[in-house]
């Protein structure tokens, strides 16, 4: 008795809900490995995804440590965004732990990497390769193809995404030339705190030095830190830019001495929160070019 | 050319400049304290105390942001926290001392962990939390050097009963109103010491500047004034070594530094290859 009224209520509830499901299916479930990815992510998939981002805003994606939900996050995705070039070496490791059989996208592929300065534990490989806005194309199309492998039925609407922000792109990538065509060639050098500008500093023809390695692991040396202040003297370099993850005491001592100013924070592998100056990746890259040339323009 | 080899990079720099003043501060104020945490069969309270104020740091971090005055408040705090519930517990049960500070430390620890994570990635705090010996700037400097003068002011008014606590403590507490104290302002000092080297020059340097010298003059001297004095030069003398090589063939600074006060304690550890007897007589005599 129980159990025939119990089904029949089902069935009503299914035949109720049929078309509805049919109509709008759940939206897809969609992992970035981090922020700047992320916001690229939900740039092409919009309303139709469900996005969640592993490292949020203002945290370092190289040595990040995952935590059980982010397994159970994982396990549960329809899809994982990576960057690739070595970028997570602690992503093998997870997805195999959480269990995911979905599909990897890196979003990096069909990019050729630059290689590294020095040091390297990313294979030598430099994986920041959003720095430049010309391989941020190369993820969008990456990302787009994967979502319309992934849900078809949404192709046209991640197609439309696509092309609005691929004008975007090339508009901010035809303003931000233009902005840094106007620094003089002895006005190109600038120091940072850790290697992550390499993509960048090709495509805007500057000069990046960092008083570390690649990463933010590796402690300084006395002698580099020496070697970095006489190069900035030797090349009257004006200006210094600390990095949103890194303590910046090193780089302050390091400008307080020779003679350099502080000119501002750079947005590296983390995007600010959603309402600070780099909330998203175009804002973001902005916020860079338009710091630097205020600091490399000024007298 | 031997002035280049030794001298000219400290003449050169100013951030070498910076580093040594930190760490002859921290020798200063850390090492004597050291000395006693030895003659007290306590040398890894500092190596625990100093995971062990990691909340304390942390909360004060996230109360405050980057204030030096919160952070170390933070750590004090915590430290001596942990310091009162582990005597108390080891008078309370049968839990030997070093058992239960184990305990607390390991929790503490992982509260700490747990509060930097709460703020997004574990990783870059630390990096903000813990300083660099090349990155000392002129806050970091004044509170290492403060804490220095400070230590050495109570080592001045609390040298006796220190001495006599550390022989024997029930007699020190039955002869004096200081006794009480005095292992709880001991205890206030080693941590004040840990938590202010723990900005300046990063977790290692804090308690290998405490302990390894003091490791190296107890090989070398029975006579506790001398201990202290050799301890605090080994200390000094290490720091400008460890920076010295650092700068000349490239390799970071604080490990370096460490390492060389390891050489020194390996170095005395062979000349000292001999039955050591009556370890306590000359303090006795000193008392007498």
């Given amino acids: 008795m129980l159990s025939q009224w119990l089904r ?42 469900q996005l969640t981002t592993l490292v949020g805003a203002d945290s370092d994606g190289h040595v990040y440590q995952p935590t059980s939900a982010d397994a159970k996050t994982v396990a549960q995705a329809d899809i994982l965004f990576v960057n690739g070039l ?214 | 050319m031997l002035y280049d080899l030794l001298f000219a990079p400290f003449a050169d720099y100013v951030f070498m400049q910076r580093a040594l003043v930190g760490t002859w501060a921290m020798a200063l104020g850390a090492t004597p304290f050291g000395v006693f945490l030895l003659l007290r ?18 909360v004060g971090y996230l109360l405050a942001g980057l204030s030096l005055t919160a952070m170390t408040l933070g750590g004090l705090v915590v430290g001596m926290v942990v310091a009162v519930l582990t005597s108390m517990v080891t008078r309370l049960t049968r839990l030997p001392e070093d058992a239960s500070l184990a305990a607390f430390y390991l929790v503490s620890l992982a509260l700490g962990v747990l509060i930097i994570s709460s703020k997004g990635s574990s990783v870059d705090l630390v990096h903000v939390l813990f300083g660099s010996v090349l990155a000392l700037n002129n806050a970091a400097l004044l509170l290492v050097a403060s804490i220095a003068t400070l230590s050495m002011l109570t080592l001045a008014v609390l040298y006796r009963p220190l001495v006599l606590e550390c022989f024997d403590s029930a007699y020190c507490r039955s002869v004096s109103t200081f006794g009480v104290w005095t292992p709880v302002v001991f205890l206030v000092m080693v941590v004040l010491n840990l938590v202010g080297g723990f900005h300046a020059l990063g977790t290692l340097m804090a308690v290998g500047i405490m302990i390894l010298p003091a490791v190296v003059a107890r090989l070398w001297t029975q006579q506790l004034g001398t201990m202290l004095a050799l301890a605090v030069t080994v200390a000094m003398l290490c720091s400008w070594l460890g920076l010295l090589m650092s700068f000349h063939f490239d390799l970071p600074s604080g490990p370096t530094i460490i390492l060389s006060l390891g050489g020194m304690y390996i170095l005395s550890a062979l000349f000292a290859l001999r039955p050591q007897r009556g370890k306590v007589d000359s303090v006795r005599q000193f008392l007498q």
């Avoid at chain 1, 078309?19 to 759940?26: T, Y």
């Avoid at chain 1, 995404?161 to 975007?168: E, F, G, H, K, S």
Wanted: negative net charge; contains cysteine; glycine residues 8%.
């Fill in chain 2, 41 to 58: 069969r306590m040398s890894l309270v500092g190596d625990a105390m100093a995971h062990a104020i990691l909340p304390g740091i942390a």
């Fill in chain 1, 86 to 299: 070595g970028f997570e070496g602690w992503l093998e490791r997870l997805v195999e732990a959480s269990g995911y059989k979905g599909k990897v996208v890196t979003a990096t592929e069909g990019i050729t990497g630059l290689p590294l300065a020095d040091g390297d534990n990313h294979g030598g490989v430099d994986p920041h390769a959003w720095q430049n806005l010309a391989n941020a194309k190369t993820y969008i199309q990456n990302i787009t193809r994967a979502l319309q492998d992934a849900d078809p039925v949404g192709s046209a609407v991640y197609a439309i995404n696509r092309d609005t922000y691929l004008q975007q792109l090339a508009a901010l990538e035809q303003q931000l030339a233009e902005t840094i065509g106007k620094l003089p060639e002895d006005r190109r050098s600038v120091v940072t705190s850790h290697d992550a500008f390499g993509y960048f500093a090709a495509a805007y023809q500057l000069k990046f030095l960092a008083p570390q390695g690649i990463n933010t692991e590796t402690e300084a040396t006395a002698k580099d830190v020496a070697a970095l202040i006489e190069q900035i003297r030797a090349e009257k370099i004006t200006a210094v830019f600390v990095e949103n993850m890194v303590s910046p005491r090193l780089l302050e001592q390091i400008a307080a001495e020779s003679g350099a100013t502080v000119g501002g924070t750079l947005y590296a592998d983390a995007l600010s929160p959603a309402d600070g100056v780099a909330g998203t990746y175009l804002a973001m890259m902005k916020h860079n070019i338009e710091t630097l040339y205020q600091a490399l323009a000024a007298k």
């Fill in chain 1, 8 to 49: 029949c209520c089902l069935l009503l509830l299914l035949v109720t809900w049929l078309p509805w499901v049919h109509a709008e299916e759940a939206p897809l479930k969609a992992v970035a490995t981090f922020s700047i990815l992320g916001d690229m992510v939900k740039a092409v998939g919009g309303e139709r995804i």
